[in-house]
């Protein structure tokens, strides 16, 4: 033994050895060690997609060459059965493809059929309808704050922004019957008024989440291993942006300061003061955190429309409508600002009773395209960070 | 800056402590039942007496799970009147493994025989036994709770409203095949 290392410290220069075990061994021309991409399946039923998007990479070792989001496997034809489905039973099938921003996507679509018969909704049921869009985005937000966090591997914070969820929905359930599908939109108005008693136990339902907020900020905002995971990780540009037309929290992450509720004004919000939240980094962290701020935002307003709803004076919920609801013949685009981002519904109409064509352009869809500019060069462990941070609903993507 | 290694997650830590002290919010569920808003959208309940048979809530029903089968009855002709035919429902069923719990066919009824429940209970093992039959159906009737008042500067519900209103006088009711006046209900055909 002795012998042997004092003929090894003798050698003076350094000797390359080339090593090939295996099947890669044979395929070594010269020095360099011959790789192979590997195509990797995430999904369709992986649990960092929760749902059925489905990503193929190649894998240059742990790096990723190449990244292409395969969708459609939740492809339920929604645009198709609106063309078949009377204006009230659109309703029921658009709060469904975002299962997490129900009211939101309710609205586009009585907005666009309003618009298209000029119908003046009633003052009480603008200001409602902006305090449950306030409220759908606080619970839409909640469920990304928790979710994003036990995908990174925190699994405490998600019970917090559950209990936060919870106590929302109870209102929530309380106005419209329903803890996810509202159903309460109708043209014209709500569905029903408002019950006695409601306004003040939504403001104490906002106070309460606020006051509780901070907990989940202590627990994973300031978190080392959080950032460490978070921090410069998935940085997205404003030119990639811009030219596949992401929007929302993720957009706004990357400064592009765009939000319809200041931007385009539709419900009350052109009498409210809305404060869009940016960020520059253009990160995961600055998703995530775009988003805890939003929530804060949201409960402002959403503090602001119960002011104002107390001191309406009284009138209806809703307009009365025919028995059979005919668009007249034209086409309309109405745009919203949901809460993963823009939502926009194109209805054309030949003055049937069904829409001629209803588009649907839903945020996830243009949101998850870019992750095919996102993922190369990153590596296979932050991919979770990253997909994670896109905030996307595979019902939203597939439709 | 200058931070001191771990802030972050001691902090965390201390949000968990000071949670662990407080009283938890578990609700015992099958032992303590939650209590549910009046709204709340649970099971379809039907009042068989109420039902004519008109077929409006099966044709409005978005994915089409309610089934309607009746006949035609004649009770035979009362004194000095005229044989007079009514529909008898024979079948009522909703396929709670389609419905999709929007409320559609209970707004559609225009005779009250339908109402919410906020009963969740009826989980089955098998999915053709969540096809509830009117029989079925009856028996939810008992759970429906009166709808909840409504808030201050809310327009009284319109039941309330249709009794306190004047009746209409004979010169406002429309003879037939007039026009409407309201151009809102040009699609009533």
């Known amino acids: 033994m002795i012998d042997r290392a004092w003929e090894h410290e003798s050698v003076s220069e350094p000797k390359e050895i080339v090593v090939g075990v295996g099947a890669g061994a044979s395929a070594v021309p010269g020095k360099e060690l011959a790789t192979e991409d590997m195509v990797l399946n995430i999904g369709p039923q992986h649990p960092s997609t929760h749902g059925v998007l489905r990503l193929r990479l190649a894998l240059d070792g742990e790096r990723i060459a190449t990244a292409e989001p395969i969708i459609g496997y939740m492809h339920r034809g929604a645009e198709k059965l609106f063309e078949v489905r009377d204006y009230r039973q659109i309703i029921v099938l658009a709060n469904r493809h975002d299962w997490l921003s129900a009211f939101a996507n309710e609205l586009g679509v009585v907005i666009a059929v309003e618009r298209m018969l000029g119908m003046e909704v009633p003052v009480r049921a603008v200001w409602a309808r902006t305090l449950l869009a306030e409220l759908n985005r606080v619970l839409n937000h909640l469920m990304f704050l928790g979710s994003y966090p036990l995908e990174l591997g925190a699994i405490t914070p998600v019970f917090y922004a559950f209990r936060e969820r919870e106590t929302i929905q109870a209102v929530m359930e309380e106005i419209s019957g329903g803890r996810m599908h509202y159903m309460f939109n109708r043209v014209g108005g709500l569905k029903e008024d408002l019950p006695l008693g409601w306004l003040e136990r939504t403001g104490r339902a906002v106070a309460d989440v606020r006051r509780r907020l901070p907990d989940i900020e202590n627990l994973i905002m300031g978190n080392e291993i959080f950032l460490a995971r978070t921090t410069g990780v998935g940085v997205l540009d404003r030119e990639t942006i811009l030219q596949y037309g992401v929007s929302g929290p993720i957009a706004r992450a990357s400064g592009v300061d765009l939000d319809l509720r200041r931007d385009e004004p539709y419900l009350a919000y052109g009498e409210l003061p809305v404060k869009v939240v940016t960020r520059s980094a253009g990160d995961c962290h600055a998703r995530f955190e775009v988003l805890h701020d939003q929530l804060k935002v949201s409960l402002d307003l959403a503090d602001a429309c119960l002011e104002r709803l107390r001191q309406l004076p009284p009138g209806p919920i809703n307009q009365r409508l025919p028995k059979i609801l005919k668009a007249p013949e034209g086409h309309t685009y109405a745009w919203t600002e949901s809460p993963l981002g823009l939502n926009g519904y194109y209805l054309v109409s030949r003055g049937e009773k069904t829409p001629w064509r209803l588009k649907l352009r839903s945020a996830s869809f243009n949101n998850v395209q870019v992750l095919r500019e996102m993922l190369p060069g990153n590596l296979l462990a932050d991919m979770v960070a990253i997909l994670g941070s896109m905030f996307f609903v595979v019902g939203d993507i597939d439709k | ?189």
């Open chain 2, 1 to 189: 800056m200058a931070r001191i290694p771990g802030t972050g997650l001691a902090k965390g830590l201390a949000v968990t402590l000071r949670h662990m002290l407080r009283r938890s919010v578990t609700q015992q569920y099958p032992e303590v039942q939650p209590e549910l808003p009046p709204r709340s959208r649970g099971v379809i309940a039907l009042v068989e007496e109420n039902c004519t048979s008109c077929m409006l809530c099966a044709r409005e029903c978005p994915d089409w799970c309610i089934y309607i089968d009746s006949h035609k009855e004649t009770i035979p002709a009362p004194e000095g009147g005229r044989p007079r035919q009514r529909n008898v429902l024979d079948r009522f069923a909703i396929d709670f493994s389609l419905c999709m719990y929007c409320g559609i066919c209970i707004e559609a009824c225009p005779f009250d025989a339908l109402f919410w429940a906020p009963d969740f209970e009826y989980a089955e093992h098998d999915i053709r036994d969540l096809l509830h039959e009117k029989d079925r159906l009856a028996t939810w009737a008992t759970k429906v709770p009166p709808p909840p008042a409504h808030e201050l500067g809310a327009e009284p519900p319109k039941e309330l409203a249709a009794e306190s209103a004047p009746r209409p006088s004979a010169r406002s009711i429309r003879p037939p095949g007039a026009l409407p006046k309201r151009p809102e209900s040009e699609g009533d055909a």
